[in-house]
């Protein structure tokens, strides 16, 4: 995971429960796609007392949202957007490097992040919620295991205990890490991908839908099938 200080603003719960902080007085979704909204959905389950908060959404296509029935408009590009006190954003974006890219622009002008945990996941007390991480619903974060900053844990993925993710990871929907394992910075797991417990995974790896890698694999690895044939990641 990436050293070194957050300036997320809103830090995590330390608790299985999201916390909602007073500060924040709107709150802006940071993606307009299908994950989008979701989180809107997700966002007023976390908390049923600040939806009226929800204001809408940042993205760079003004007519995201058209032939869908979100009652909330985009409000600006987040790339353009400049953020004013007691705004606090969800990073909604399912792709490692775009995640990364449009947070840390908007950390450097002065954006604050929430963490979002959906109250039927299930996170251990022991576990570690980074800042600006989104964990959606029935989501598992075993006893001791970590995850890092902007992190996202879709519907049904799971750590198992003492497994660590990096920062901006991304877990697709039943992805799983087994007991001990590991997987760097900007990794993303497909649909039901998952990497057995010890191994470890190296940053900015992609493992694929439905494979196991049952072996470690270094930075900027492909891992896909059963078990998990290894090669080097192509762009």
């Not at 032939?67 to 606090?88: K, N, Q, T, Y």
Request: glycine share 12%; net charge negative; proline share 9%.
């Amino acid at each position: 995971m990436s050293p070194g200080p957050s300036r997320t603003g809103f830090s995590p719960s330390p608790t299985p429960a999201s916390t909602f902080p007073a500060s924040a007085t709107r709150i802006l979704i940071v993606g307009a796609g299908g994950f989008g909204r979701e989180v809107f959905l997700w966002a007023r389950d976390a908390w049923p007392e600040q939806a009226a908060k929800v204001a809408g959404f940042l993205s760079a296509d003004a007519g995201r949202l058209n032939g869908h029935s979100a009652s909330l408009p985009v409000i600006a590009d987040p790339a353009a957007f400049e953020p004013e006190p007691g705004d606090a954003l969800l990073l909604a974006i399912g792709i490692p490097e775009t995640r990364r890219r449009v947070a840390e622009d908007l950390l450097a002008r002065g954006a604050e992040f929430l963490t979002l945990i959906h109250p039927t996941a299930i996170v251990a007390p022991t576990a570690s919620i980074g800042p600006g991480s989104i964990v959606c619903p029935y989501a598992i974060v075993s006893d001791a295991a970590r995850l890092g900053r902007f992190t996202l844990l879709n519907y049904h993925s799971s750590l198992g205990h003492d497994a660590t993710a990096g920062d901006y990871a991304v877990f697709s929907p039943y992805a799983t890490l087994g007991g001990g394992a590991h997987v760097g910075d900007d990794v993303f797991l497909g649909l039901h991908a998952s990497v057995g417990p010890g191994k470890r995974i190296g940053a900015c790896s992609k493992v694929s839908a439905n494979s196991a890698a049952l072996a470690d694999a270094p930075a900027e690895s492909l891992v896909h099938g059963v078990p998990g044939h290894i090669s080097p990641l192509i762009r």
